[in-house]
């Protein structure tokens, strides 16, 4: 069996997506390195190779201020910021290149670069270095600390379902130097309502409402955090709150009183407070109309969500692409497959952008249903549409074409992906893998994706593994499985390494090492 990478002219880079704060920061820059010492051209070479020493060497014993050394001479603030954008899901490596960067005589970091490596410290929940940095910070006075840091860090401990953190951090805020207005508050509620932390939040904002003069979107936002966990009734004493403080009861709030009833089931009385809203010359906008359209779309009533359908296109709303989805993604549930198209047509017709998700909602139905040319189709509309197809769209297109052995067409679209620059990551090589593992006589096929994804540095999902190991074991091919740990054990990355003790049937490897499962796709 021969163990060559399948399209070696791939150069595989790591995904690549800036999540940064909304909201710019409003304070100057501090002086930075003078000039960049790189050119245009040689920018993202630097940024590929130092973000692949950071995945590589993602563990604490790992000497990766040895490896950054050689690169010292072309440090800039761009590329700076390059690498911690790339390397957003490697905290403590990030941090590390932050420290060692900061080190170099004559370089100062950007706001930006600051700004990053505590969204990237908060969302892989290093809180521990997270507040020594920021102390670090507050003492050499190098950067300010303002409410959008703190905003970033009540996202953090929320998404770790960790809402006494995200409080605490809110009470810190004068430790920094930062003093807390009523639109940190509203961002604390709205945060903590997002995650579903409601009764937290309402338990803070019971003890803090009397710090802050309060408005109407304060309590809209908790408003719509128990409509969102089925609470309608918490949101109405909250609606009446509103009315009994005296303050100006605005659009936001009926829409939120109105989605709350509508989650809870109680679309009659939604209806009652929507006629309420008219009689008190409150308009209703597109988003309100919405509310009902998707009430009707989650109880599967599509023809009375095609009537407030009709009804905003007479009034002249237009609806947003969230709402058009729901419409289409529930005519395909129901096989209406003909209709979702006619949807998806007038989205563009009328000048609302289809997302990614417009497509995919109609791609899940070809796929489920083994309609491969009209999956295909779809592809190419998408091409020709301007929407590139995304990891959700290759990956069920993949399965699908895998799991009924046109081969042929794998090759075609896996070759696609190359031409539209489309990298696939571990999601992806684990559904070629997993599907070639299943499919009788194509295990050299698994094969040759698995060492082309070693030889990119992508680590393998612990799963995936043991699969292609169990696969070989049982052919009884064992020269196969020796020669796979070889490359595994000879790749750059620290994490490939210590994975190839799992194929060579290590099972005390496994409890070493951090186990990325989740589903090989949830599409």
């Known amino acids: 069996m021969a163990f060559q990478s399948l399209f070696s002219r791939y150069k595989i880079l790591p995904s690549f997506f800036c999540t940064l704060v909304q909201h710019k920061p409003s304070y100057h820059r501090f002086h930075s390195f003078p000039a960049p010492q790189v ?81 990237i410290l908060g969302n892989c929940k290093q809180f521990a270095i997270l507040w020594d940095f920021l102390i670090e910070i507050r003492e050499s006075c190098h950067y300010e600390i303002n409410s959008e840091i703190f905003w970033l860090i009540f996202k953090a401990y929320s998404r770790a379902n960790l809402p ?47 710090r802050f003069s309060l408005t109407a979107k304060t309590y809209s936002i908790l408003i719509n955090g128990w409509g969102e966990i089925g609470d309608s009734e918490k949101a109405c004493e909250l609606f009446q709150a509103i009315l009994e403080q005296g303050c100006p009861v605005d659009l936001l709030a009926y829409n939120n009183l109105l989605e709350a009833l509508c989650k809870g089931g109680r679309v009659d009385e939604a209806k009652n407070i929507f006629h309420d809203m008219l009689s008190k010359r409150v308009e209703p906008d597109a988003f309100t109309y919405s509310i009902f ?9 599509v023809q009375s969500a095609f009537r407030v359908l009709d009804k905003m296109r007479r009034y002249n709303l237009l609806p947003n692409v969230f709402t058009y989805n729901c419409i289409i993604k529930r005519l395909c549930k129901n096989e209406h ?25 109609i791609q899940a139905y070809h796929c489920d249903h083994c309609e491969v040319n009209r999956a295909l189709r779809l592809m190419f509309r998408m091409e020709k549409d301007q929407y590139l197809p995304d990891r959700h769209t290759y990956n069920m297109v993949l399965k699908l074409l895998i799991r009924i052995g046109r081969f042929d067409k794998v090759t075609e679209v896996w070759e696609n992906m190359g031409y539209k620059k489309f990298y696939p ?42 699969l292609l190991r169990n696969r070989l074991l049982g052919l009884g091919l064992l020269d196969h499985i020796e020669i796979l740990a070889g490359k595994m054990r000879r790749s750059t990355s620290y994490a490939i390494q210590e994975l190839a003790n799992i194929m060579i049937g290590d099972r005390t490897a496994r409890n070493t090492l951090r186990c990325d499962e989740m589903d090989i796709e949830s599409d």
């Open 39 to 119: 050119s245009e051209p040689l920018l993202p070479d630097l940024v590929n190779e130092i973000s692949r020493l950071l995945s590589d060497h993602r563990y604490p014993h790992h000497d990766l201020e040895l490896s950054l050394n050689p690169f010292s001479a072309h440090i800039s603030t761009n590329l700076v910021e390059q690498v911690l954008k790339r390397c957003k899901n490697l905290g403590f490596s990030a941090h590390r290149f932050f420290l060692w960067s900061k080190s170099i005589p004559g370089f100062q970091h950007s706001v930006m670069s600051f700004h990053i490596l505590v969204e």
């Open 164 to 210: 006494d953190g995200a409080i605490r951090s809110f009470n810190r805020m004068d430790e920094f130097r930062v003093k807390p207005t009523i639109h940190d508050l509203d961002k604390l509620l709205y945060i903590l309502c997002k995650r579903k932390h409601v009764k937290q939040a309402q338990q803070f904002f019971d003890q803090a409402k009397n």
């Open 293 to 301: 359209i998707r009430s009707y779309c989650d109880a599967n009533d």
């Open 337 to 361: 497959v003909e209709e979702a198209y006619q949807l998806l047509d007038e989205m563009i017709a009328r000048g609302v952008k289809p997302d990614t998700w417009s497509y995919n909602a």
């Open 425 to 466: 990551s571990v999601s992806t090589y684990s559904v070629m893998i997993h599907g070639f593992c299943k499919k009788k006589g194509k295990l050299e096929e698994a094969c040759k994706y698995f060492e082309m994804m070693i030889d990119e540095g992508i680590p393998p999902y612990v799963t995936t593994v043991e």
